[in-house]
């Protein structure tokens, strides 16, 4: 029985898989290290807005606000990996995520950067029309704790 208890457990932890070796080596590009905020307004009016956090050390964190057209709202926090190669800068978000998402990206001025969409295995419909503008945060990453800002 122990030994039977021991492969179930290995196996569900073959399961969660971080990042794929494949992305681990990777260059950051240390401009984009930092805490950044963006906005996207769909075209249905819902607003997405964020803050991520990326280190130097490859990792992120975003914490997502979602406002409907209605009032909802709706929160939500993903991590992961970025780096940048060729010229892109690429995310992914395991165990959802098995591709990055790879954007073209410009800096607007020296605290804003501006990103399009250039390849998604989630998002096919939106390659080369999603395209966002995110900037250098003075302030702390925001959490969230029972539905209140916290900082």
Known sequence: ???FLLILILAGLSGCETVPDKFQQSHTD???VGIW???YVEQDGSVRSW???RKADGTYSIEF???EPDGTIERQTET???WTQDELFHEIAPPGMKQPDSYRYRFKDDRCLEFLLVDSENSIEDIGRYRFVECLSDAVALRFHH???MH
């Open 80 to 82: 992961g990996r970025w």
């Open 1 to 3: 029985m122990k030994k």
């Open 30 to 32: 240390d401009r984009l």
């Open 65 to 67: 606000l979602f406002m």
């Open 147 to 149: 539905g209140k800002i």
């Open 37 to 39: 905020t963006g906005e």
């Open 51 to 53: 803050t991520q956090t």
